[in-house]
């Protein structure tokens, strides 16, 4: 009778827990469009302790913490949240690591540590761990769109380093597929596709084509992104530098 009880209690708390997931990802969701991306990272942390598997939840504590973390003003605070990026990835490869998100996830954390890491050779490790996880995330699905955006930023920001960055990636990292520009325009294509209303793929897409010398694809790029409507955060900016961009071309 007491295993029983037991059982039945256990039950109990469970659809309390399940319950009171769906109710923090509502919340969560709702923040999110109402551009409150801070609250909305506390909310899927608020999963995290009672799910710390939860893989949805690990995912959107990834990207939160990666985008919250771009506009923090100091450098070292910057740092910490790109950080946390990287641990909720990481534990995200370790819950599940046949899944396609857990790949992109920590590809794009990875490229986050980029821009804070002071040590050149951790920096470089970053690099190559962009590719590989982003590689890793396409053999499972194809049509990941984020992943084949990672994919294109890769190949632009590669092609578009400084000469001594570049060499220095070749000299650790001899073994990385050389950045190639069409692979860029390609990857950021298939990403269009699959996700239309993801503007920032469109303002690196315009800049691709523009490196390419391809003015005329560029402006019908820029002429599409800023007619996009704002869903996240950050997207009045991007529409801001689409505009400028264009202005500049035409």
Known sequence: MKQILAIILLFISFLSYSQETVTLFKEAANFEYNFKEQEALNKYKQILITEPNNSKALVKATELSCSTGERLPIKNDKRITFESALAYAQRLIAADSNNADSYYAL?????????????????????RDVKMNADKALRINPHHAMANFIEGKWHYEMITLNWAKRFAVKALYGGLPDADIDKAIEYFEKCKTIEPYFMLNYLYLAKAYKEKNRPAQAIEVLNNLVKLPIRTFDDKDYKAEGQKLLQDLQ
Request: aromatic share 4%; proline share 0%.
């Open 107 to 127: 590809a794009l954390a990875s490229g986050k540590m980029t821009e804070v890491e002071t040590e050149n050779k951790k920096m470089i490790g970053y690099v």
